[in-house]
């Protein structure tokens, strides 16, 4: 059984993402104003169907790939749950696998119900005008990886010298 911090990190990012798609989306209509600068050219919201995964990768745009994306998803989420059950880690590694779970949860729901999911944000700087967009799931489950990375709990020793 996952953790509490697991499953409150991963309700909280999900309930984020999926609010804050909600509110962009259909609230504010950048789907049909195609647009809105927030803070340009560091912010932009600008509409995105992704049906692939992060940043457009591997598009497909069949049923086929869709269900083989949202399996994949399950399949991650599973395999996060199934190492942290092993070697629970500390509170920062529960918070990150929490994190890329809802995340990755928040984008399997837009699958089924949209057959794509819904990205918005767009940043740009220095010069640089980055053509992508995400959403505010990619940045959890990007965080999250990060984290598990990074925080992932295990004391790694430094290997004598023989």
Known sequence: MPGARI??????AFLLD?????????????DRLGGIDVLPPFLNFRYGENRGINFG???????????????????ICAG???WLRRA????????????????????????????????FL?????????PFVFNIADVFIFAGAFGLILFDGSKKSPKKAS
């Open 7 to 12: 499953i409150w990190a991963a309700l909280a």
């Open 18 to 30: 999926q609010f804050s798609k909600y509110w962009v989306v259909h609230v504010m209509e950048v």
């Open 57 to 75: 990768l591997f598009q497909g745009d069949s049923d086929a790939s869709r269900w083989v994306l949202i399996g994949l998803s399950f399949v």
């Open 80 to 82: 996060v749950l199934f």
């Open 88 to 119: 629970p880690g500390n509170w920062i590694t529960q918070v990150s696998a929490g994190l890329l779970i809802g995340g990755a949860l928040g984008n399997v729901v837009d699958r089924v119900l949209y057959g794509y999911v819904l990205d």
């Open 122 to 130: 767009n940043m740009s700087c220095c010069g640089i005008n980055n």
